[in-house]
């Protein structure tokens, strides 16, 4: 608590709409130069946390901090300092790529000759350089994501918030974001992000919060939660025609913790193959076995029973 | 407060650029079509002056304030909607390190420069037309300004609390025309119906058609203007501004950083 170096520090942070409370009791710190992801299912609240960073949603309760100024009252100087990509692309279909970098930077109080220049920078490291006077609508959804984080990017930011910045688009398009957004980080700038995809947030963290309805489900490092919730390795035992519960008692035995996902059973394990071969040992014939190592995904089954990405 | 204001401003200009032709008509053919065919034409038969006036002369300050009040209308219309609800633009000013006063107040100043160049081609053509005596007609734009900003910023509030576009037509039809036809632009407020009459005399239209003519006589006949006359309608007309931004205010905190 209350490090000195936190840029972003929240506590006790609510969100209510209505009589629901949208986000409730969380508290985050975010260290200058680590990414930071929020992870979580659709309705979390990581969108309505993300807009509160940003000043543009006001919290009902608790504090927050960023880059030592109150998101309330300092709305227009902490975004000053900050890049915004909002979960819904909003460029603007009227102008071109590059138009759409200045009229933005212009924004910002940046002159016309330094607005061009920094546009035609930002171009070139989202690699859509050959694409400056095309409009919005021919480019794909890779692009488009791209296009909208240059454009968090016109006023150099110390801190650029994420917002499900890779929903939506193939691997390689993610894999090209991720990318720049390792670069970012090199460079110094402070990245927070949200997504629903475990792997995403294991890829790029420092540290991760998961959040589900509104609530803190854990915090720590990729490593840590794994250490903490998971178990080395599982074994997916797939049941073409359904899992029998009849065989539930048997593979309980087998591993350290057993979930039934629909025709998947997953068995958590420290050793795959053992359990592997333990299972057919067992007489039993699942219609195909998955050995692989334990993910954020399956932290999140453990500590709230449902899967991340419905 | 004031730069982030015309940053504002001037990104709804550089917007504006790409869609103008869409509003040619409404900001500058109609109005020229009322002069000619109304002001003129059927002002060809009308035998006697109006409150001094030549019927032409006596049209043509009046629908300059149309002019403006029009445009003003339009543009805290659709075009506001679609700003708020659908193509985000209003989100978008708001990532930028800009207060929701100053994404207000450089939308409003941009609806008055607006104004003011289609009052300026307006007076223009009069001039040119003859229906002005003089260019001193060019000093009714800064009044042009100030009725589009008394009209549009109440209207902002109406229009930024909307979740369906379907309402918007009832402005126009409802408020926007009624008022045009029946501000005293086309023929003295004093011969409607009492009954209505008080309801006319507290739109910022009717408070802008009578400081342009009040005004334009004073270019014309050199008959002067009392200040309190000016200070009067220019005082309501601010008044509405005022009012219409704080109440657009209050809407825009509750819709747009909730
Ligand atoms: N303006 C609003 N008024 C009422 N409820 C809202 C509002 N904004 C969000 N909510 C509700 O708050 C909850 C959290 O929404 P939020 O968008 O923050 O979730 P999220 O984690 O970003 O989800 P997703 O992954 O789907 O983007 C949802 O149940 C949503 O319906
Ligand atoms: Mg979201």
Redesign the pocket.
């Known amino acids: 608590m209350g490090t000195g170096d936190a840029l972003i520090s929240a506590q006790g942070l609510m969100?209510r709409?209505?009589d629901?409370k949208?986000?409730d009791d969380i508290h985050f710190e975010v260290r200058t130069g680590e990414v930071f992801s929020?992870l979580?299912?659709?309705?979390?609240?990581?969108?309505?946390?993300?807009?509160m960073l940003s000043g543009t949603?006001t919290p009902s309760g608790g504090s927050l901090r960023i880059l030592g100024m109150n998101p309330v009252k300092d709305g227009p100087a902490i975004r000053a300092r900050l890049g915004v990509v909002p979960?819904k692309d909003n460029l603007d279909r009227e102008l071109t790529v590059l138009e759409n970098l200045t009229t933005y930077a212009r924004l910002f109080g940046l002159s016309r000759k330094a607005a061009r220049e920094r546009s035609v920078e930002l171009l070139e490291f989202v690699q859509l350089t050959d694409r400056a006077k095309d409009l919005i609508d021919s480019l794909s959804g890779g692009m488009t994501r791209r296009l909208t984080i240059a454009r968090a990017l016109v006023n150099k930011p110390d801190v650029i918030l994420l917002?499900?910045p890779t929903?939506g688009l193939d691997p390689q398009a993610r894999h090209l974001l991720w990318d720049r957004l390792r670069e970012l980080k090199r460079n110094g700038v402070t990245v927070v992000l949200?997504t629903?995809y475990m792997d995403e947030a294991e890829q790029l963290s420092d540290r991760i919060t998961i959040?589900d309805r509104?609530r803190i489900v854990a915090s720590g490092t990729p490593a840590q939660l794994l250490r903490a919730h998971g178990t080395p390795e599982v074994v997916e035992l797939r049941h073409d025609d359904g899992c029998d519960p009849s065989h539930l008692p048997a593979l309980r035995s087998l591993a350290e913790r057993v979930e039934v996902l629909g025709s998947r059973v997953l068995l958590y394990v420290k050793s795959a193959e053992e359990t592997v071969a333990a299972v057919h040992r067992a007489g039993l014939r699942p219609s195909g076995t998955l050995e692989r190592r334990c993910t954020l995904e399956d932290v999140f089954l453990r500590l709230t029973g449902r899967s991340l990405v419905e | 407060m004031l730069n982030g204001t015309l940053r504002v401003a001037r990104f709804h200009l550089t917007l504006y650029r790409r869609t103008w032709r869409a509003t040619t008509f409404t900001s500058f053919l109609m109005p020229l079509l009322y002069l000619g065919v109304v002001g003129i034409g059927a002002g060809s038969y009308v035998e006697n002056d109006v409150e001094g006036f030549s019927y032409v002369q006596f049209l043509a300050p009046g629908l300059l304030a149309v002019v403006a009040f029009q445009t003003a209308a339009e543009e805290a219309g659709f075009p506001l909607y679609a700003a708020i609800r659908l193509t985000d633009r209003y989100q978008r000013m708001l990532t930028a390190p800009l207060s929701l006063g100053q994404v207000l107040a450089g939308h409003l100043f941009f609806i008055t420069i607006r104004a003011a160049v289609s009052a300026a081609v307006f007076c223009a053509v009069a001039a040119l037309l003859g229906v002005f005596d003089s260019w001193l007609c060019l000093l009714l734009v800064p009044v042009a300004m100030v009725v589009a900003l008394a009209a549009a910023a109440p209207l902002f509030a109406f229009t930024a609390r909307l979740t369906s576009s379907a309402n918007l037509m009832t402005v126009s039809r409802l408020v926007v025309l009624p008022l045009s036809m029946f501000s005293g632009v086309f023929f003295p407020v004093e011969d409607l119906p009492a009954a209505v009459q008080p309801l006319i005399r507290i739109s910022p239209l009717w408070h802008g058609v009578e400081l342009c003519r009040g005004l334009s006589g004073a270019f014309t006949a050199g008959s002067g203007t009392a200040p309190s006359f000016l200070a009067g309608h220019l005082g309501v007309l601010l008044l509405w501004a005022a009012v219409g931004f704080a109440l657009t205010l209050l809407v825009f905190r509750r819709h747009l950083s909730?």
């Open positions: 969100k709409y209505g629901s949208v986000v929020l979580g299912p659709n309705g979390a609240g990581k969108s309505t946390t993300m807009r949603s979960q917002d499900e929903t949200t629903h959040v509104g | 909730d």
